[in-house]
């Protein structure tokens, strides 16, 4: 509502959405399930072309800047003029967790590579996106290939490594 009195194009919305644990496992509806809800303001800034989440402590801060606006507005009847740090619709882009992934270590232990697709998944446990991975056993220089790399993962059996 302020907003559109500062005639500035900005939407406002609330979201609710579950705080990632810091480790997901394989099965992500599991791990997920006793995570915390989070309520914030979603901001779409279109004059700028952005959006972003305030937690209710930012939201606070700016819907206090954005009254003192109108309030100006209305007693000079001019349109306040603000400054990126100044403006209260406006955050400085910053990156955003869309989601988490799990991507098991089991094969690089055997000296093995292994690419794999993995499916990221949001805070509802939603596929957002894709991931393509492969890490690979390298020698101590990080170039080549580990010096007593097997062919055939048989061949690591009663074997012991050890990684510096």
Sequence with gaps: MIGK???????????LEKELPDWLGKDISESIKGARV??????ENREEGTRYNWPEEVFADRLERAKDGINQFFDTKKMPV?????DPFWDEQEPE??????YGLKNLALLFDNPAKLRVHNAKAEVVG????????TDATG???PEDAPE??????????INN
């Excluded at 967790?97 to 799990?102: E, K, N, S, V």
């Excluded at 894709?130 to 056993?137: D, W």
């Excluded at 055939?152 to 490594?161: A, G, H, I, Q, S």
Aim: hydrophobic share 35%; net charge negative; with cysteine.
């Design 130 to 137: 894709e991931l393509h991975v492969n890490f690979c056993p």
């Design 82 to 86: 603000w400054g990126h740090d100044e």
């Design 152 to 161: 055939d993962p048989k061949e690591m059996r009663n074997t012991l490594v």
């Design 38 to 43: 989070l309520s914030q303001i979603h901001v």
């Design 5 to 15: 009195e500062l005639k500035r194009d900005v939407k406002l919305s609330l979201a």
């Design 143 to 145: 170039k080549g290939e």
């Design 97 to 102: 967790l869309i989601g988490q992934a799990y």
